[in-house]
């Protein structure tokens, strides 16, 4: 029986784990990364879409949620209009990596309450086998399922379901994961798998695109005087673990290379 590790014990192995090139962690072919909110793709992956950007791969970026539950709004019209906030900040962001708006997908379901299951989730699954196909994707990438966020476990569950029972004749394709917020579980929190089986890749040359991408997401940090105040910001414990010289990826054994 696998021997359970705590969350730290985890996350300091992976820290440990070695680098890999960016065939070894995605494969040959396309990537289609999940963010379950705008500047998840920055934080979790910016420099790894950045390389993959460089290197002319197939890109598809899907942004799950609307975004629109980051600070207290008024109504219907107010969170609509945190959502156009949050969308136009992404696609900045994904300029500043190389990804063009084209390769933005945006679901718009609900921030803080996306689904695992039911219409709307089928429709997700659907739309993200969509982009593995029209990229060719050899890896999409997705949360971490043990991200304490009800959207990062509920994004985790599409890419599973859409990687599952997939058509016959479909290319292979590896479930990647990162994390954003594994940081800050209990560090005697008990995880149910096997020790991390990890790949490092080395970002040091995109840290300059990828603290670019991140400023654009301004209302994470505070910086959209129209928002109402008590809203989320990205905490300093934060962006120096996302800033790294190296970004974190989680894969599945039989993915190792």
């Given at each position: 029986m696998a021997v359970k590790l705590t969350a730290t014990a985890f996350l300091e192995q992976a820290?440990?784990?070695?680098?890999?090139?960016?065939?070894?962690?995605?494969?040959?072919?396309g990537v289609v990364v999940l963010a379950p909110h705008p500047d998840d793709e920055s934080l979790g992956c910016g420099g790894l879409l950045a390389e993959a950007a460089a290197a002319g791969r197939g890109l598809r970026v899907i942004f799950i949620s609307d975004g629109g539950a980051s600070h207290p709004t008024e109504g219907a019209e107010d969170r609509a209009a945190l959502s156009r906030i949050r969308q136009a900040e992404a696609l900045e962001a994904l300029a500043c990596l190389g990804v063009p708006a084209s390769d933005a997908v945006f679901l718009g379901l609900p921030d803080a309450a996306v689904p695992e299951a039911g219409a709307a989730?089928?429709?997700a699954v659907s739309a993200v086998r969509d982009a593995l196909r029209s990229t060719s994707a050899s890896a999409l990438l997705t949360t971490w399922e043990h991200d304490p966020h009800c959207d990062h476990h509920a994004a985790w569950a599409m890419a599973r379901a859409a990687l599952t029972a997939r058509p016959p004749g479909a290319p292979p394709c590896r479930l990647v994961q990162y994390s954003v917020w594994g940081h800050t579980l209990p560090p005697d929190h008990?995880?149910?798998?096997?020790?991390?089986?990890?790949?490092?890749?080395?970002?040091?040359?995109?840290?300059?695109?990828?603290?670019?991408?991140?400023?654009?997401?301004?209302?994470?940090?505070?910086?959209?005087?129209?928002?109402?105040?008590?809203?989320?910001?990205?905490?300093?414990?934060?962006?120096?673990?996302?800033?790294?010289?190296?970004?974190?990826?989680?894969?599945?054994?039989?993915?190792?290379?």
């Open positions: 820290d440990a784990a070695p680098f890999a090139g960016l065939p070894d962690i995605v494969g040959e072919g989730f089928d429709a008990a995880l149910p798998g096997p020790a991390p089986q990890a790949r490092r890749l080395d970002v040091r040359r995109h840290l300059a695109a990828k603290a670019r991408a991140l400023a654009c997401h301004r209302s994470q940090f505070g910086q959209v005087a129209s928002l109402a105040a008590g809203g989320f910001q990205v905490d300093a414990a934060l962006l120096d673990r996302c800033m790294r010289d190296f970004e974190l990826f989680l894969l599945q054994e039989g993915d190792l290379t």
